[in-house]
């Protein structure tokens, strides 16, 4: 009777090792995108991470390109 309950406190601990192993993962990988979000020098301000200037907008290229299509389609 003795090995039996031996053999449950075995698998409750490893129950237990199991969730602490998957919560560090866990907390691993958020941290890992929170670091990346703000601290990393590869993705150039961009919380995606692409790397690409989606965090600098050229707001005078912009209001050519509305104005140069608006002219094209007024001359239709």
């Known amino acids: 009777m003795s ?3 031996l053999l449950a406190l075995t698998s409750v601990e490893i ?3 199991l969730i602490g192993a998957l919560f ?4 691993f990988y958020v941290g890992r995108i929170f670091w990346r979000a703000f601290f990393s020098k590869t993705a150039a301000g961009c919380a995606k991470g692409c790397g690409g200037a989606c965090g600098s907008i050229d707001v ?3 209001q050519r390109t509305i ?5 094209a389609q007024s001359s239709r």
Do not use: K, S, V, W
């Open 15 to 17: 129950q237990y090792c």
């Open 24 to 27: 560090i993962a866990a907390a």
């Open 67 to 71: 104005e140069a299509r608006a002219t």
């Open 3 to 5: 090995h039996m309950l």
């Open 60 to 62: 005078d290229q912009l």
